[in-house]
């Protein structure tokens, strides 16, 4: 149920009685709480408020993160979007996105999904200076938190080598959602000590080349791609490496059946694409096919072999947190998201407290347990 409170601020926000019943009636708009914070988060988009958005209340709406769309032929998208502009090429670093925004003296990190995340939001101080907040507090700090020990992915980037980090490669408006202009973005993160995505220079189309050059080197350096962005903000697309194509199904074949067909479909196009665009074959050809196999294959066959010895297909996760309560909340929140997530195991490390948790993939362990068990379908 939607409180009358804050059906008054969406309606002061523009959004008509009627929609708001048909979006909440539809589950598209739901009161959530975080330290006795309420907030209402979009799970569908509605009249210019993203997926994701966040209202807390008139002054503090956060606008959900939009889609970046993608190119899978890097000269051709390249050409198409960024014939008249140049544009800033940025690594995409793989993690999870994270909006952070000052909301009644505290500041609280927000998932791509719309939720407080309890876990970043408890971290998030120790990458970024509160004054920034101060200063700006109508500004909304979007980064990626990438590392070893996060609580939503199995891996990081290979350049964090333990723990968790944060990268800011966006600054939007609280309201609007409008982006800050590049070289704004870069000015405040670096006067206020920011850290931020690798900027890889401001290229135009003539320098193709390099743009091949510096894919095919991330992606021997198991890093996942890059964000092309023109200066105002007003064109973005992503481009991601061979390496994450392939990697990406090998993490997605381990929980086949949780995932929807397109995750497999979409990897696998978007490799072919770059194998014909590059002209691939011979032994770079044989060996990247190969690698798509085996990573399809492998870690799929082995979950087979764990519920064959009566395992279950589980994942472990482990994260830092300054207080146990922090990871008892985390517990709460990846109920409220429907994952089967238990504390494994708890211990404390300098000052710290690292929380080992277990994740049941109960859908993919049924799913091969009833195949060896020879069901027909
Ligand atoms: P969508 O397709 O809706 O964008 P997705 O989760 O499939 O969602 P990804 O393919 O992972 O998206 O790529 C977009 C995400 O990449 C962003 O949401 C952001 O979290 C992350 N990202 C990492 N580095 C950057 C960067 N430099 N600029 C913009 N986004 C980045």
Not at 23 to 40: P, Q, S
Not at 251 to 276: D, H, N, Q, T
Not at 347 to 362: L, P, S
Request: hydrophobic residues 40%; glycine residues 8%; contains cysteine.
């Amino acid at each position: 149920m939607v409180s009358s409170h804050f059906k008054e601020i969406l309606m002061r926000l523009g959004l008509p009685e009627d929609r708001i019943e048909v979006l909440e009636a539809k589950g598209g708009i739901t009161e959530e709480e975080f330290d006795g914070i309420r907030y209402l988060r979009f799970k569908d988009s509605a009249r210019g408020l993203r997926r994701g958005t966040v209202v807390f209340d008139e002054a503090n709406v956060i606008l959900g993160f939009p889609h970046i769309k993608r190119v899978v032929s890097l000269r051709a998208g390249v050409m198409r979007i960024f014939k008249r502009t140049p544009f800033y090429v940025e690594e995409k670093v793989d993690g999870y996105n994270v909006r952070v925004a000052l909301v009644s003296d505290r500041v609280l990190a927000i998932t791509r999904g719309g939720f407080v995340c309890p876990f970043t939001t408890e971290r998030i101080l120790d990458f970024v200076p509160e004054e920034f907040f101060k200063d700006y507090p109508h500004l909304v700090l979007v980064g990626e938190m990438a590392g070893p020990e996060s609580p939503y992915l199995v891996e990081g980037p290979p350049y964090v080598e333990e723990d968790i980090r944060f990268f800011l490669f966006d600054i939007q408006e609280k309201g609007t959602g409008k982006s800050l202009p590049v070289q704004e973005r870069l000015k405040l993160a670096e006067e206020y000590g920011i850290p931020h995505v690798k900027v890889f220079g401001l290229y135009t189309v003539d320098r193709i080349e390099d743009l091949y050059d510096l894919i095919e080197r991330l992606s021997r350096e198991g890093r996942e791609g890059v964000v092309m962005k023109s200066p105002d903000m007003k064109r973005v697309v992503k481009y991601v490496t061979p390496f994450a194509n392939v990697n990406d199904v090998k993490i997605g074949a381990k929980v086949f059946f949780e995932l929807p067909p397109g995750y497999f479909m979409s990897r696998i196009m978007r490799l072919a694409f770059y194998v014909a665009e590059r002209r691939i074959k011979g032994e770079r050809f044989e060996e990247l096919a190969r690698n798509l196999g085996k990573a399809l294959l492998e870690p799929f066959v082995e979950s087979i072999w764990d519920v064959e010895q009566g395992d279950e297909i589980a994942e472990v996760f482990r994260i830092r947190v300054k207080r146990i309560e922090t990871a008892y909340k985390m517990v709460t929140h990846f109920e409220r998201l429907g994952l089967n997530i238990k504390i494994e195991d708890i211990e404390e490390v300098g000052g710290m407290w690292r929380i080992t948790f277990k994740r049941a993939y109960d859908e993919a362990t049924r799913e091969i347990r009833e195949l060896i068990g020879g069901r027909a379908f």
